[in-house]
């Protein structure tokens, strides 16, 4: 059946589905969603089931769109929102989108502003026929944010058009009459880095994620170009299951290479990726290095973003619904669980997972209405690789911090911007409230500031407890004093020149580059600091030479020339801080998982790691699996 | 390099390496191999060594072509060739083709023309220019040898060019700097037909075999639509295994959506393949079926074919060799063996085989210079799939033959046309010789005698002991008087309707059709006759309910309505006929391999019987194995 023939029959059927007296002019597909053009908003938002029951009844996503002729001016709107919401919801700004009927609302506490299920949102649009959509003032100014929401602001008619095409490819007719799913492993299997995975059926295909090896000049890239995924506009979707760059660093270069489709994430994880794609660009050109893509590409990528929410199942191609669960590994890390066709297979893509909870987050989600295949990550698959308890990390490193700082010195820890470093904030913030360490200045240096301000524009995807902190008692711990941004050169060098017992978080997370090299050059010799690994270091890097136990650093010098650096500062490793799951929390979470799955594949770790894993799965717990190996496709149906 | 300097470069190096005073005019590719040009080819028909020293020095096939303005006229030269060979020799024709400057030479004693290592053709260009192609005239007249030699001829010009193309194809630059190979599974996985395989690197995509499922309307065709495979003009070269249509049957259908590649088999192979796949489309036309190609796709296919012999080791792809091997199945059938980049890998696709030497061909081959993969057939895995002994059948069959002429009796024989007829005909022919069973006549009806024509016109591919008697003793089995071809409606009815002590071997295997029903009709209720089954019978067939012990068989009347036929007649399985491994042989195969490969995967048979073979592999051989899956992709290396 032709598009315009399915979206008459649903015009039809959502006809037939209305209460007397309320009517539509249109309808469209928008992305995954079905968007309904009415003359009548007021009517439906007079009747908050209206849409709840046809989004019941067709089994799909429904929006509501007025026509521009029965808006209210944007003047007389404002001043009727502001009438209807309460006050202290503090409204930042207002963006008026005739084309869409929608009004974004920017406020500090949106809750207010869409008011008990959606009461308030319902009022507004009542009262002035707009769509109101809230987003949160990011309580930490963030360029990234700011400049994301701009720049989708700017891109509203161009960002219709791509949504319009998404959803008629989506809601395609399937015409194969053949019944299969197929995994093709591109990239990250028995290796760290570059992941990429294809998910297809004879209607679809799905790429998940596409990672680059940035340690790596010779296996940097997936196997992108294979007859299965190139040329790559025939390709669904893109999914990106979390930030990091070696799931996502490469999906601009997808758009480069010809892909026009959809991207679909959590919203944290957009904010996220567009910060590091950014970064990783901004750091290759630097270092003189090759670089992918240029910044265009990261735009292009977001004009096809999709952000999706947790436990939001949506079509995301004719024969697949995708649904996002908390992975508890970063920000807006997700489980991605794919439904195919009505009730075939159901496969899992765990991605980086951590199987407990966190001070950020709750731990990975391991229920699901259906799960036949599961592709587990296995970073600590090692028969050995067990993590010390979260517990024990954290006092391990309150104890170097108060030591430290008790001596005189300043604690230096190399962080990653996005994961870590939101983790030691909140053990740091929460030490120094309940005074186990001194009251000492906090400095964030590098992207983390900036990552911190994502965070917190997102507190929705942190864990329960820090929730209730935020929300119910309005204690947002990113938001401590304790806390200072270093935003410029002067702001270094005056900490550096003037030096005081403190903490300072800053990147690079492996010491190789960025702006903890400054703090370590200026730190080293000074026996009273202390240098605090809380990451991985890998081979090679500067990092893992002091682990070594390295006493002289050579470094390159201001012009050019090398200079023996003497570490005489402190070398204190903290394990424990990993957002990975360790070997007996990957083996809990499959035992664990619900229903029990018929087949595990794992991936990201080395070799080892992987076909240890695979090998105890199947005999501790009975289950078929196996260590995939990069260019295999598997067969699950 | 642009493939004009590759060929300049070429030239180079071989005008450096010819004796003094020997030129050439030109290079170019044709097919796998470099053709010459020269206004001298007495010269280097003077020293037999000049083109082998070429080859060895540049490893690859080398050709030479003279200039037309060299050659004596064709009138001429046929009174100089004659002069030159023996008259035993016997020669039916002559076709001269200026543009190569070949002579196609058909002659009874094809050996007799080639005189002692190519002595006699180096006199015949010696003394005409032309450089000879010697072809043996069919000793059994055969329809299609002939329409493929005259078709050849009348496209030589076109040939041409396709064969130039080729050429330069698979002597283009190598580009990537990866190394991978690769195997995708598109049909004959855990199941009997429609067998196909991808075998793929950076540079390269091999499609080995192309088989239809004739019993199966769901499964009848392989995953030919998925990326790896499809656009088809992506893919390389085309690899036939063997005539049987469930490895060849859809090769046409190949061109038909866009293929315009070689298609690489054993000489016998491209015979029997255009008989087959024209009576695949006839057959399904009669019965109402829809045809997958019409008989231009089948003419396409063979324009598009390029003969190879056994053990002729030559380029297909820039990266990949392909050496054909004795597979002892049916006439021509081979093991396929792929040597892949400079050392790299190794991989043999056994195609069926058969590891016992039968009456007409000798055991496949397991020797090679290397092997890492092998890809096995596994249709008699089942760890209880035992068939009796060769000699053991023939007695059998002798046995039930003899006692049905003693008796007065007719035995009737359905049989398949390429394989199984041309053994029982060579043992009945034998036991009459030897006086082991009454002189009688053999009858052979349906496609039998055409096909034995092919195999009559193709000694080479036959077993030593049979080419020993053929070339030798003179004494060719096929052209016995015993043998009665049935080639009318008239003569199939005269022989119904004077019923007299014979055997009749006919067309189809399994009584789904063809004359061998007419027959059964005709003697199925007289008891003194015999229906010997020598190959199997898949079920729903009428050959399976007559092995079941059914006593009435429903059959079709000439106006439509169903008549029951009473089964008086005897009936006899002789087992032990097959062209294919036994249990026992298949695993002595891989047992006796050399070298000792790394992996085996098994294919061709049905699940248990895959299975069972890859685990014996495993638990016995202690060799790595797996039964592969439609539409899986391995990686091998």
Chains 1, 2 share one sequence.
Not at 566 to 572: R, S, T
Request: proline share 6%.
């Amino acid at each position: 059946m032709p598009i315009e023939d399915v979206l008459l029959d649903l015009k039809h059927k959502i006809e037939k589905n209305l209460p007397a007296g309320v009517t539509i002019t249109d309808v469209e597909f928008e992305g995954p969603q079905l968007v309904l053009y009415t003359e009548e908003p007021r009517k439906f938002a007079d009747d908050g089931n209206i849409i709840r029951n046809l989004a019941k009844e067709l089994r799909t996503r429904i929006a509501m769109r007025p026509d521009p002729r029965v808006l209210a001016t944007p003047e007389d709107s404002i001043s009727i929102i502001e009438e209807v919401v309460p006050k202290e919801s503090v409204i930042s700004s207002y963006y008026f989108d005739p084309d869409s009927g929608e009004v974004i609302i920017e406020a500090e506490k949106p809750g207010l502003v869409i008011g008990k299920h959606g009461a308030t949102l319902r009022e507004i649009t009542k009262q002035i026929g707009w769509i109101p959509k809230v987003v949160r003032t990011p309580p930490i100014k963030s360029r990234t944010v700011k400049n994301i929401r701009e720049f989708m602001r700017n891109n509203l008619k161009e960002r219709k058009e791509i949504l319009k095409t998404v959803g008629r490819k989506i809601h395609r007719e399937c015409t194969s009459k053949d019944q299969w799913v197929r995994v093709t492993a591109l990239g990250g299997c028995k290796e760290v880095g570059r992941s990429c995975f294809l998910l297809s059926t004879p209607e679809s295909r799905i790429l998940i994620d596409c990672g680059v090896n940035v340690g790596s000049d010779e296996n940097m890239t997936p196997y992108l170009y294979v007859p299965e995924v190139f040329p790559l506009n025939q390709i669904d979707a893109v999914i990106v299951t979390h930030a990091h760059l070696d799931h996502q660093g490469l999906v601009p270069l997808l758009f480069k290479y010809g892909y026009e489709g959809p991207v679909y994430c959590t919203p944290p994880t957009r904010d996220l990726m567009v910060l590091l794609q950014l970064d990783y660009i901004d750091v290759a050109a630097k270092e003189g290095k090759k670089i992918p893509y240029e910044s265009g590409m990261v735009a292009k990528t977001l004009k096809h973003t999709i952000p999706l929410d947790y436990e939001e199942v949506t079509d995301i191609a004719p024969d697949i619904k995708l649904t996002f669960h908390n992975a508890g590994h970063i920000l807006g890390s997700a489980i991605s669980h794919f439904h195919i066709g009505d009730g075939l297979h159901n496969v899992v893509f765990t991605g980086d997972y951590k199987y407990e909870k966190t001070r950020l987050f709750d731990p990975a989600v391991n229920k699901f209405p259906r799960v036949e295949t599961v592709i587990s990550e296995a970073t600590y698959g090692n028969a050995n690789a067990f993590q010390p308890a979260l517990k024990d990390a954290e006092k391990h490193l309150q104890m170097v911090v108060k030591n430290t700082i008790e001596r005189g010195g300043i604690a230096v820890i190399p962080a990653f911007a996005v994961g870590r470093s939101q983790e030691v904030m909140i053990v740091l913030e929460e030490s120094i409230r309940k005074g186990l360490i001194p009251e000492v200045p906090v400095y964030l240096d590098g992207m983390i500031w900036e990552a911190t301000a994502i965070h917190a524009t997102h507190p929705e995807y942190l864990n329960n407890d820090l929730r209730k902190l935020i929300f119910q008692k309005g204690q947002n711990p990113f938001l401590s004093e304790c806390f200072k941004p270093v935003d410029s050169h002067e702001a270094r060098q005056k900490i550096i020149q003037n030096p005081q017992p403190c903490v300072i978080l800053a990147t690079s997370g492996m010491m190789n580059g960025g702006p903890v090299m400054e703090y370590f050059k200026a730190f080293a010799e000074d026996p009273r600091n202390t240098l605090v690994f809380v990451g991985y270091q890998a081979d090679g890097t500067i990092g893992r030479r002091i682990q070594k136990g390295w006493k002289e650093i050579p470094m390159t010098g201001k012009n050019g020339s090398t200079e023996m650096l003497k570490m005489n500062m402190e070398v204190q490793v903290v394990d424990g801080f990993s957002g990975h799951s360790d070997r007996r929390q990957l083996m809990e979470y499959v035992k664990r998982m619900q229903p029990r799955p018929e087949r595990v594949f794992t991936e990201h770790g080395d070799e080892k790691a992987c076909v240890d894993l695979a090998s105890s799965v199947y005999k501790k717990l009975k289950i078929e699996t196996r260590a995939l190996t990069n260019l295999e496709t598997v067969r699950l149906l």
